[in-house]
């Protein structure tokens, strides 16, 4: 793999990332969303895949190596956010009719921010180390780079 198609890799990467974040913003809006679409694992979403498979021959980069904690703890965050909305939205009609549903929301609406806020500082940290590693691979010689995936 030469220099342009790594680098066009993690631009993907970084894409795939953002509309996975975009998608659980939209969650936390009240759009629904298929689960599938927004996998709770950081292994199961497509940049996760891109980072345990391909991306692994990167994994000598320190900048690559720091995407994990970050890229564990926007998924742990959106865990949290998602068990609070899957419960909502399987509160019973009567519950709902009787404002139960929109109390609990309204409870657990500081909560789901919070842990909004977190995805959203761990998902900085992700592109932060995207950029990161972006910027080492330009460095590097075109030679070098095929070399990382022979």
Not at 69 to 77: D, R
Not at 125 to 131: K, Q, T
Request: charge should be negative; hydrophobic fraction near 40%.
């Amino acid at each position: 793999m030469d220099k342009q198609e790594v680098l066009q890799k993690l631009h993907t990467a970084k894409r795939d990332h953002l509309a996975w974040v975009g998608r659980a913003e939209l969650l936390t809006d009240g759009v629904p969303i298929e689960k599938e679409h927004i996998p709770v694992l950081h292994t199961d979403c497509k940049f996760g895949r891109w980072y345990f498979d391909e991306g692994q021959a990167l994994a000598d980069f320190p900048e690559f190596r720091k995407i994990d904690e970050a890229h564990k703890a926007l998924h742990s965050a959106y865990a949290n956010v998602f068990k609070i909305m899957t419960d909502e939205e399987n509160t019973s009609g009567f519950a709902k009719f009787l404002g139960f549903a929109k109390r609990k929301h309204e409870k657990n609406e500081p909560i789901i921010k919070q842990r909004m806020n977190e995805l959203e500082h761990a998902s900085r940290l992700v592109i932060h180390h995207l950029d990161s590693l972006e910027a080492k691979i330009k460095e590097m010689s075109d030679e070098d780079v095929k070399k990382l995936f022979e």
